[in-house]
């Protein structure tokens, strides 16, 4: 059975959300609280996290996914009503996967969820290995490392350097790269690409061979 935590101060969208998830036979933890969440996520150990901006307490959900990436790769969906661009960005950087605003329906959350689940587990096509200087990427095993050190990266970061290795030596448009990486039926725009991509390049280093195509996108070695 897989499980999710769900970050929401407002009852009754939590027990919405949650009714759905368990009617999809997931095991289900609700939370208000910011610090109380972390708390609860690490107790948990879910497959997948929902989390407000707008929380009781003293941490927002900004505050949570920050903390929550220096241990923790799991999944990450900001469900808020705020709907501007800066916070948009904001999340991604901070290592969500994906970005609901409100009013939403109950529906497409379970759907993203599912395709974000689905492009972290999904399996690979040759080529499953490949080695850039010191960097060594594994799709198989989901492993990446730059000089032997592990890198953690969050589900939707994998995914999109899997689709990058995988296309190597391709100029990829952001088009290309958010069907591919994101799946046909994300709905966003393109800078989501760009901001992920400055994860990338922060988390693994100057050593992987990720160069801007001016005009197109972005290309891997």
């Known amino acids: 059975m897989q499980s999710i935590v769900i970050v929401e101060d407002e009852q009754d969208i939590a027990d919405l959300l949650a009714l759905y998830f368990r009617k999809e036979g997931w095991d ?3 939370c208000d609280e910011g610090v109380r969440a972390l708390d ?5 150990q879910p497959d997948f996290v ?20 220096t241990t923790s790769n799991v999944p990450v969906l900001f469900l808020t009503a705020r709907d501007d661009e800066i916070d948009r ?3 991604l950087e901070l290592g969500a996967d994906d970005y609901v605003t409100k009013p939403f329906s109950p529906r497409e959350v379970v759907a993203r969820v599912k395709a974000i689940l689905r492009r972290g587990a999904g399996t690979t ?3 499953t290995h490949a080695e850039f200087g010191p960097v060594s990427i594994d799709l198989a095993r989901h492993e990446v490392a730059n000089g032997g050190t592990a890198i953690t990266l969050a589900a939707q970061e994998f995914a999109l350097l899997a689709y990058l290795v995988e296309n190597r030596g ?4 952001r088009d290309q790269i958010l069907a591919g990486a994101w799946g046909p039926d994300w709905v966003g725009d393109t800078r989501t690409v760009d901001v992920h991509i400055r994860q990338l390049r922060r988390k693994v280093g100057e050593e992987l061979p990720l160069v801007t195509v001016r005009g197109t996108g972005y290309r891997l070695g």
């Open 28 to 30: 289900v933890s609700l």
């Open 89 to 91: 960005i904001l999340g």
């Open 170 to 173: 391709i100029a990829l448009s």
């Open 50 to 69: 929902i989390l407000d901006i707008g929380l009781r307490g003293e941490q927002d959900g900004f505050d949570v996914c920050r903390e929550l990436r």
């Open 125 to 127: 096509t040759t080529p």
């Open 40 to 44: 609860v996520i690490r107790s948990r």
